[in-house]
């Protein structure tokens, strides 16, 4: 006869599914990040304790200078 799935493999593969796209993205930002370190130095450095309150500020003008740029079709 036909077998169904039932609704713990249906919720099975839905999990499945989202761990996928969710790792999926995460590599994509990962592999972005290293992309925007080796054009912009200043990310490579170790920041000073003192200047943390602005690393966010530097990290965030790194990645808007980089999509300024022009695109890379490939």
Do not use: W
């Not at 989202?18 to 930002?29: A, P």
């Amino acid at each position: 006869g036909i077998r169904r799935k039932s609704a713990a493999n249906t919720l099975s593969y839905q999990q499945r599914a989202k761990n996928y796209k969710t790792s999926t993205m995460r590599i994509r930002v990962e592999n972005f990040i290293g992309i925007v370190k080796n054009k912009f130095h200043i990310l490579r450095s170790v920041f000073p304790v003192d200047d943390l309150v602005h690393m966010d500020k530097v990290v965030y003008t790194c990645f808007m200078l980089h999509n300024f740029g022009t695109p890379k079709i490939r």
